[in-house]
Antibody, heavy 119, light 105 residues
Framework: QVQLVQSGAEVKKPGASVKISCKAS????????ISWVRQAPGQGLEWMGW????????NYAQNLQDRFTMTTDTSTSTAYVELRSLRSDDTAIYYC????????????WGQGTLVTVSS | QMTQSPSSLSASVGDRITITCRAS??????LNWYHQEPGKAPTILIS???DLQSGVPFRFSGSGSGTEFTLTISSLQPEDFGTYYC?????????FGQGTKVEIK
C-alpha cells in the first residue's frame, strides 16, 4: 500500500538548518511528485513546493525559495526538504504528500514532522 | 487567493452543511477538498471540484467551477468534526483556503 514515512521531530536554534526526509513506497513514482506543506501551531495549511522523485524537477513557493531546498534520492524513493536560517515562525509541522502529476491532488500524506525553533 | 466561508460552524448530527470556497480568479475545476482532524494529517475528500475520492462516504459532495465551489455534507456524522480546507491545483503556488472548523453540537 502507499506509504509516506517522514523523519522524526527536530528542535533547532534560530539561524540553524534542518533537513527532513520523506520515504515513499507502494507506488510507481513517475506519475507522481511530492508536495511539501507546513502547518504552524493552530494555523492553516501552507503549500511550500513540489518535487519529482523520478527526475528532481522542482517548483517552489516564492516566499520560501530563498531559504528552502527540495532534493530527491531516486534510488531510495526519498524526498528531502532543507530549511536554512531558521526563525521562530518556522516552527510548524511539516508534511509531505503524494501529488499526482497533472491533477495536483494530494492523495496520500506523511505523518508529519514537528520542527521547533527555539533559543 | 482562496477564501473559505464560514470560518467556523456548529451543527447537529444529521444536519446538512455547506462550506463555500471562492477563488480570486478562475481555476476551472481544479479544486480539492481536505478534512483534518486535530493532531492528524489531512485526508483528501474530493478532487477536480466534484470527484469523490475512493473510500470517502457518499454524504460528501462537491460542486462548482470557475471561482465558486461548495462542499456539502448531506447528513453530518460525529466523525466529521475537524477542519475542512479547499486547495486550488490550477497553478502554483497551490494555495489553500484558510479553513472551516466544524464543531458538532
Amino acid at each position: 500500500q502507499v506509504q509516506l514515512v517522514q523523519s522524526g521531530a527536530e528542535v533547532k536554534k534560530p539561524g540553524a538548518s534542518v533537513k527532513i526526509s520523506c520515504k515513499a513506497s507502494g507506488y510507481l513514482s513517475p506519475s507522481y511528485g511530492i508536495s511539501w506543506v507546513r502547518q504552524a501551531p493552530g494555523q492553516g495549511l501552507e503549500w511550500m513546493g513540489w518535487t519529482s522523485i523520478s527526475n528532481g524537477a522542482t517548483n517552489y513557493a516564492q516566499n520560501l525559495q530563498d531559504r528552502f531546498t527540495m532534493t530527491t534520492d531516486t534510488s531510495t524513493s526519498t524526498a528531502y526538504v532543507e530549511l536554512r536560517s531558521l526563525r521562530s515562525d518556522d516552527t510548524a509541522i511539516y508534511y509531505c504528500a503524494r501529488d499526482e502529476i497533472g491533477r495536483g491532488r494530494l492523495d496520500f500524506w506523511g505523518q508529519g514532522t514537528l520542527v521547533t525553533v527555539s533559543s | 487567493q482562496m477564501t473559505q466561508s464560514p470560518s467556523s460552524l456548529s451543527a447537529s448530527v444529521g444536519d446538512r452543511i455547506t462550506i463555500t470556497c471562492r477563488a480570486s480568479q478562475s481555476i476551472k475545476t481544479s479544486l480539492n477538498w481536505y478534512h483534518q482532524e486535530p493532531g492528524k494529517a489531512p485526508t483528501i475528500l474530493i478532487s477536480g471540484g466534484s470527484d469523490l475520492q475512493s473510500g470517502v462516504p457518499f454524504r460528501f459532495s462537491g460542486s462548482g467551477s470557475g471561482t465558486e465551489f461548495t462542499l456539502t455534507i448531506s447528513s453530518l456524522q460525529p466523525e466529521d468534526f475537524g477542519t475542512y480546507y479547499c486547495q486550488q491545483s490550477y497553478t502554483t503556488p497551490r494555495t489553500f483556503g484558510q479553513g472551516t472548523k466544524v464543531e458538532i453540537k
